[in-house]
């Protein structure tokens, strides 16, 4: 018998085993404040968006002065400044090679774009390439193209029926990159696939798997070689999360199709953008409209959240941001050091300003009964942290200091004395 005390049905949450949530009543920097009257560390950045600190004055401030102007606007047929600036500044900032910007306002609706942007490519141009390559363990999003194209098991059992044929690669553990490779290889090879899409470095929700900047170039240049488009999912890897401001550069690769949301407004406003190369347009730009590429979202390009991300861009324009990145990889290097002599955890691991390693338990995987036990840990200890299964991780607001680290690694040492 339902027995909610609220209506609202909250995303990846059993009512039935969670139904108290913690009421935050206001944010700043890297901390939370609840009704109650604690103050919580957002180990997390509130599930990867926040980047600068919650509410930032200077985003603040942009929304404040935006929302009084221009709030909502059509885009189909209208513009504005802020829309036309920011995609400015995003090309400039962006690798080289991507020409055009489309707004949408989440990571799921700017991956099934991209995979728009792809398949209307193909068919614009006359060629008969429809399949899209992933990798294992992959996270694209929640809608049936982000699902279709991510890894197949618990999040998406039930709807299995809707969702399109891809064809897999292994991810590419340390020591077995090889095998990744000549995979992508024998598909792009055998079965002229349209994409591949791929989140560069790190792979997020498939469970922090981190990979060598090496093996994502290896992956273009096989791309490359079949013409097999290569979408970059850098919605979580994105501004400065993999210690440079997007990924690929750590790889000196350009995608041709290329996803930012999350950290894009630093988490301020929900704002997505798929970036393109000029043939990808190209082959939609024509006096026949049936090569329109038919999408849009109400809120394309909604100016207040395109005036939060114009902001979240200036504050990227000061060195001191991407010393702060580079500083709070250091930090989070020297916190996570102790951990790879202690027997209890492995595959101790680190890309730019994440952490992340494994509880060793008898049950791992996402259900584990050991997750929802160590988040109710750490709620305890006024940390936000959300271990995915065994895995615990930390990806901190960029604003952190060596004291909240200490005291979220402290939380974590004693959650393994208390539940390994
Ligand atoms: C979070 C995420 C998405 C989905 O973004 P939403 O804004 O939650 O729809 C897609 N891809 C990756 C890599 C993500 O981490």
Redesign the pocket.
Known sequence: MPTSKSPIWHPYTQHALQDEMTRIVRGDGAYLHTADGRRIIDAISS???ITHGHCHPHVVNAIKEQAGKLNQIIFAGYTHDPAEELAAQLLKLAPRGLDHVFFS???????EVALKMALGYWHNIGKQRIRIIVMQH??????VG?MSV?ARGLFNAAYGPLLFDVTSIPFPRRGQEQATLDALESVCRDEIPAAFIV?PLV???GGMLMYEAWVLKEMKRICEASEVLFIA?????GWGRTGTLFACEQADVSPDIV?Y??GITGGAL?L?VTLCRADIFDAHYSKDRTRTFFHSSSYTANPVACAAAKANLDLWQVPATSQRVISLAAMQEQAIESFRADSRFENVRRTGTITALDLKTRDAGYLAGIGPKLQTFFKDRNLLLRPLGNTIYVMPPYCVTMADLDEIYAGIRDAADALA
């Open positions: 599930w990867w968006v306002d989440s990571g799921s609706t700017s991956v992959s996270y694209h999003g929640d809608t982000g991510g989140e792979l997020g929700a999912d850098e919605v979580m890897t996803c949301s999350k929900p997505a």
